[in-house]
C-alpha cells in the first residue's frame, strides 16, 4: 500500500474543500481563488471534518499505476490546497541591453533583441507584474504559473557565453569561456 496515500490531508483554516462523487471532482476555494480538481475512477476522495481522505480498493492496489495514482492523487489535493491558500509564484530576470517586458492588457509583451516584439498571453488564474527587468508570475495553480514561467523563458532562453536571455531568478548560468585568440 502507498504509504504517502494513506496520510489524510489536513485543511487548514479559510479553505473550503468540496468533493463531488458523481463527477469525480474536487473543489478548493480559499483568499488566494478557486481550483479545481478531476481525480481518476480509481480512487476515491472524501472530507472528514477538517481532513481530506484519499482511499483506494485494497483488491486493485497492486494493478497497472494504481498505486501511483493514489499517491499522486493525494499529493495534487495537498498542492492545490497550499495553493488556494498562499498561492505559487515564480520571478524572471531579463538580461540584456534595452531588454525589457511590459503587461498590455491580457498579454505580456517581451523586447528581448528580436526585430519584433514577442507577444504572450496571460492565463485565466495567472497575475503577471513587471518591474523594469523583473517579471514575477504568481497565482493558486502551481501548474499554471510554471507553465507559463517556462513558456515565456523559452523565448530567448539565456546563452552561456553573455549571460542574455530570460532566467528564472534563482537559476544559475554556467558560463562558458568563448574562443582564445591567437598570440
Do not use: C
Amino acid at each position: 500500500m502507498s504509504r504517502l496515500a494513506r496520510k489524510p490531508v489536513s485543511i487548514p483554516a479559510g479553505v473550503k474543500v468540496a468533493v463531488n462523487p458523481g463527477s469525480r471532482t474536487v473543489n478548493f476555494e480559499g483568499p488566494k481563488g478557486k481550483l479545481a480538481l478531476v481525480y481518476r475512477p480509481e480512487v476515491g476522495v472524501n472530507v472528514e471534518g477538517s481532513t481530506v481522505h484519499v482511499t483506494m480498493d485494497p483488491a486493485i492496489v497492486g494493478l497497472g499505476n494504481n498505486k501511483a495514482f493514489w499517491g499522486t492523487t493525494r499529493a495534487l489535493i495537498a498542492t492545490y490546497i497550499d495553493g488556494v491558500l498562499k498561492g505559487y509564484e515564480k520571478k524572471l530576470e531579463i538580461i540584456g541591453v534595452g531588454w525589457g517586458a511590459r503587461v498590455q492588457g491580457k498579454k505580456l509583451v517581451l523586447t528581448v533583441g528580436y526585430a519584433n516584439t514577442i507577444e504572450v498571453g496571460i492565463p485565466d488564474g495567472v497575475k503577471v507584474e513587471v518591474n523594469q527587468t523583473m517579471v514575477t508570475v504568481s497565482g493558486p495553480s502551481k501548474q499554471a504559473v510554471g507553465e507559463f514561467s517556462a513558456n515565456v523563458r523559452s523565448k530567448r532562453k539565456p546563452e552561456p557565453y553573455n549571460g542574455k536571455g530570460i532566467k528564472y531568478q534563482d537559476e544559475v548560468i554556467t558560463r562558458k569561456q568563448g574562443k582564445a585568440f591567437g598570440s
